[in-house]
Nanobody, 133 residues
């Protein structure tokens, strides 16, 4: 059974850093696309980053580009989201997700679709990030 579990959220002051983890199980992470999304109360879910795996690239939303980084350790079956220079507007529930069909795409197709939540069919339960002084 494919499963994703997020961890690493918490309360941090503006300008601080956090590293979120997405621990996967039930599949070979090396071939799967893993996306990170977030949702703040009263707002729509937002795609923020994606690690395509298998040398197909990484992707970032403009709102986090230059502040967030994504990486993966296939031997640990874990994808990390390193968040720096955090702002109050980064406060949200953060989710990781994967899509078996999306994971079959080539680099170009992933680049065109990574931000679409409908392409991800397996989701974790989320971890809360709160940025506040």
């Amino acid at each position: 059974q494919l499963r994703l579990v997020e961890s690493g959220g918490g309360l941090v002051q503006p300008g601080g850093s956090l590293r979120l983890s997405c621990k996967t199980s039930g599949f070979d992470l090396g071939y799967y696309v893993i996306g990170w999304f977030r949702q703040a109360p009263g707002k729509e879910r937002e795609a923020i980053s994606c690690s395509a795996g298998n040398d197909r690239g990484t992707y970032f939303a403009e709102s986090v580009k230059g502040r967030f980084n994504i990486s993966r350790d296939n031997t640990e079956n874990t994808v990390y989201l390193q968040m720096t220079s955090l702002k109050p507007e980064d406060t949200a529930e953060y989710y990781c997700a994967t899509g078996p069909a999306l994971s079959l795409f080539n680099s170009r197709a992933i680049g065109e679709n990574w931000y679409r939540s409908d392409k991800y069919t397996i989701w974790g339960h989320g971890t809360q990030v709160t940025v506040s002084s």
